[in-house]
Structures are given as C-alpha cells and as structure tokens.
C-alpha cells in the first residue's frame, strides 16, 4: 500500500466513509451509496498520486465528488493509488467501478488516460472523464483541462510585486509538459511586472514514480535551497509535494504561493496560512461536479474537450488571505493581467 508522508490529513471529510480494501489500491464507499433498477450507483474516482490528503489537486476532486454526492443523492466510491502501479493496475482500478456499477467514473491526472481510453471502449454506456489530459478523445470520455498558464502567469505578477529582493523561485514536482505550462506562466507573469527580476526554477523529479508530487520532504529540501539562494517567493507545482514547500517558506517567514486548491483555506496548512500569499486555483472541484450532474442529473452526459480558463472561471487566483486582498499594489496589477488575458491582449505561453 501507499504509504506517503503527510503533514496532516483532515480526518472530518471522510467520516462518512467506510473504508473497504482492494488489490487496486485502497478505497472509501459512502455508506449512502446504494444501487437498483439498473441505475448508476454513484460517482467512481480515482486518485492521482500523491492521492487524498494532499491539499491541492486530488482533494479538489475529492471535494467535487463529495459535493455532487450530497447535491444529487447518490453514493461513490473513490479508490486511492498504490505505490508503483502501472497502467494495467489502473484499468483494473476502473474496470473495478464499472463491473460494480458506477456512473461517471473518472480518473484524477493525466497517468489515467491510457486507461480510461482502454476501460471506456469496454464499456460504451458509461461516461469516463479524465482530468489533465485532451488526447482520449472518445464519444463516451470527457476531457477535463485546464489553462493553468494563465493563472500562474498572475501568480507570477503577484510574486513579483510582493518580492523585497526582487528574487522569486518555481518548484515543480515533475518535470513534464503539464507542469512546464505553470512555469512558463508564472516566469512570463513575472517579468511583465520586472524583466530583470531573478528567477529560480527546479523539478524535483523526472518521472511521477520518483516521487515528484508526492514528496513533502523533497518540496521541503527544494525551497530550503531557493530560499538560501535569496528567493523570498516561492510557487510550487508539486501536488503533495508543496506541502513541505509552505512549510519551508513558513519557516524561513518568506511568501509561498499555492497550487490548484485553495491552500490557504486548508485546514492541515493552518499553521502555515499566513505566509501563503494566494493560490493559482484551477476548478478540478467544479470539473468532477459538472460531469456527475451531467450523467446523474440532467441524463445529458458531457463529452469531449471540457477546458477551464480565466474567461469562464476554470483557472482563477485567490484572495482569501487578507494581506494579499488588502494590497492594492498587487490587486491592481493582477487585475490588469487579468483583463489583458482575458481581452486577448496578454497571449500566454505554455512552455
């Protein structure tokens, strides 16, 4: 089993869950779930690495699951990830939820396209989804995707106007295309604020196996290294990973910036919260949610290429945390960013 390093999990969240086992990974059924007439189930989801937990990508798709699960009356089972599992385990995984009768089933990160390209051509009557990847491309699959570089670029327009040192760094938990589009963002954001502003940038792994965005302890070593170079504003995109970046940038009393989740708001980063200056969110809660009301609800399944942007509320910045929303310098200049993203005036690069 999974066995990953965390800082703290919310416990509350998952109350209502009985945990059941699976040679698949590990899962939780919600005791609501019931299933009859041939009707779906509920909703099947399937972890991300890094899994439950993480604060960031996989609990904002946990929090979609939970919410469409109250909404809409229904059960679901979600199903967390194994330690070095390949594909074939992963179909297996969604196989699992189809065979037991859930109704969407999707699968949390880019790892699961092979498949669900594989399980949903098996099983034509249900809808799959897959978060982070636009390559499946089946009548029976919605894609879910998002432009996380145009939130990250004003994450880097927020950074560069909060540096003292005008020195800021970007973590990355892998070093692959989807993680070089917050990147690429986020530096472009950056140096439309200051072009000579100093930039570190470093990927903590180059495969997921190797632990990229599950490894608190590696964000950790990674912002102590940025942070002794003299960033004192570190973003990172590394999942799990970026817990152990807040926490150095606490530690050192310097700024960090959050990921996909509202990471000032979690309740395991409490202690850290005031030194999370905001989060370049993108809406993998509302992604989960929209698919379940499409099948469950409307009976009108979505399919196809699902993309979140700025213009439609897809990718956004948050405000939560006072001392960002009560800077006017910074409000100001992301607001501009903003509007120029949006009107097309600001074209956003993606590596």
Not at 25 to 38: D, I
Not at 223 to 237: C, E, L, M, R
Not at 318 to 331: E, L, R, T, V
Request: charged fraction near 20%.
């Amino acid at each position: 089993m999974r066995r990953v390093s965390r800082i703290a999990i919310a416990g509350a969240a998952t109350a209502a869950l009985a945990v059941t086992m699976s040679a698949c990974g590990s899962s939780s059924t919600s005791s609501t779930s019931s299933s009859g007439g041939g009707k779906s189930k509920g909703i099947g989801l399937a972890y991300d690495i890094g899994g439950k937990g993480d604060q960031s990508f996989n609990d904002a798709a946990f929090a979609g699951f939970q919410k469409a699960e109250q909404d809409f009356k229904v059960g679901g089972r979600d199903i967390e990830p194994s330690d070095n599992e390949t594909d074939a385990d992963k179909v297996q995984r969604l196989e699992q939820l189809a065979k037991a009768g859930y109704n969407p089933i999707i699968g949390v990160g880019f790892v699961y396209a092979p498949a669900v390209k594989t399980v949903a051509a098996k099983y034509p009557k249900l809808t799959f989804g897959v978060i982070d990847d636009d390559k499946t491309q089946a009548k029976n699959v919605a894609d879910m995707v998002f432009h996380e570089e145009q939130s990250s670029y004003l994450a880097g327009v927020a950074a560069a106007k909060a540096t003292k040192k005008n020195h800021i760094g970007f973590i990355g938990g892998v070093d692959i295309p989807l993680i070089h589009k917050f990147q690429a963002g986020f530096v472009q954001g950056a140096k439309s604020v200051n072009p000579k502003i100093k930039i570190e940038s470093q990927y903590l792994t180059q495969t997921p196996q190797e632990g990229g965005f599950s490894s608190p302890d590696k964000g950790k070593v990674a912002a102590n290294g940025q942070i002794d170079a003299g960033a004192d504003v570190i973003y990172a995109a590394a999942g799990l990973s970026g817990q152990g970046v807040i926490e150095s940038a606490a530690t050192h009393k310097v700024w960090a910036i959050g990921v996909d989740s509202d990471q000032y708001k979690q309740a395991a980063l409490a202690k850290y919260k005031d030194y999370i200056l905001t989060s370049a969110m993108k809406n993998v809660e509302g992604a989960v949610y929209n698919l379940s009301k499409s099948v469950i609800k409307d009976k009108k399944p979505l399919s196809g290429d699902i993309r979140g942007s700025l213009s439609n509320g897809g990718v956004s910045l948050s405000d939560s945390n006072p001392a960002f929303k009560s800077n006017a310098g910074i409000q100001a200049a992301v607001k501009k960013a903003e509007e120029g993203i949006k009107d097309g005036s600001i074209k956003v690069k993606t590596s």
